[in-house]
């Protein structure tokens, strides 16, 4: 068993044998991830709560923020989708349901708890994690638990190069 820090470490040992043992492929391109995870879902990791806290006009998160959050997880869903993959992107699913919850603010977009908690039962349901070439992914804290919360069910994940 190995231990990944709860901070993003891209550099971690731990890392080079989850690469050995096939559960952590590096530069995976949608073609390759549709080799790999043909006919199961491929949950769609990219930063949302870490790139919306806060705006110039004192909003408590950035709208214009998660609209590009959730544009980015698309835009990526769509590369792997045209590869054959079944694409979840979850960031794009939560920044819709906060666009759409504008008038009543019902839903807390910078609740990491709650939102961890909602999309836990997609990432315990994938057949593969993907995550994707969008600005800060690597210092993401989310996209790095969803890393170690994979990688200790076992399930493959596939760090992509960048897209084109």
Same mark, same amino acid.
């Given at each position: 068993?190995? &231990?990944l820090?709860?901070?993003?470490?891209?550099?971690?040992?731990?890392?080079?044998?989850?690469?050995a043992?096939?559960?952590?492929?590096?530069n995976?391109?949608?073609?390759?991830?549709?080799?790999?995870?043909a006919?199961?879902i491929?949950?769609?990791?990219?930063p949302?709560?870490?790139?919306?806290?806060?705006?110039?006009?004192?909003?408590?998160?950035d709208?214009?923020?998660?609209?590009?959050c959730?544009?980015?997880?698309?835009?990526c869903a769509? &590369?792997l989708?045209?590869a054959?993959?079944?694409?979840?992107?979850?960031?794009?699913?939560?920044?819709?349901?906060?666009?759409?919850?504008?008038?009543?603010?019902?839903?807390?977009?910078?609740?990491?708890?709650?939102?961890?908690? #909602?999309?836990?039962?997609?990432?315990?349901?994938?057949g593969?994690?993907?995550?994707?070439?969008?600005?800060?992914?690597?210092a993401?804290? &989310?996209v #790095?638990?969803?890393?170690? #919360?994979?990688?200790?069910?076992?399930?493959?994940?596939?760090v992509?190069? &960048?897209?084109?």
């Amino acid at each position: 068993m190995f &231990e990944l820090p709860a901070i993003p470490d891209w550099t971690h040992p731990a890392l080079n044998h989850c690469a050995a043992a096939g559960l952590l492929t590096h530069n995976a391109t949608p073609a390759l991830i549709a080799r790999h995870a043909a006919g199961r879902i491929v949950y769609l990791a990219t930063p949302y709560v870490d790139d919306i806290a806060g705006d110039a006009n004192g909003m408590p998160f950035d709208l214009d923020a998660s609209i590009a959050c959730g544009d980015a997880a698309m835009a990526c869903a769509r &590369e792997l989708v045209l590869a054959g993959v079944t694409a979840l992107p979850v960031a794009a699913l939560m920044a819709g349901m906060v666009q759409a919850d504008m008038d009543e603010f019902r839903l807390d977009p910078l609740d990491r708890e709650f939102w961890a908690c #909602w999309s836990a039962p997609f990432l315990r349901g994938a057949g593969a994690v993907a995550i994707a070439p969008v600005p800060g992914w690597n210092a993401s804290a &989310e996209v #790095w638990a969803v890393l170690r #919360w994979a990688l200790g069910l076992r399930t493959p994940v596939f760090v992509m190069g &960048e897209m084109p």
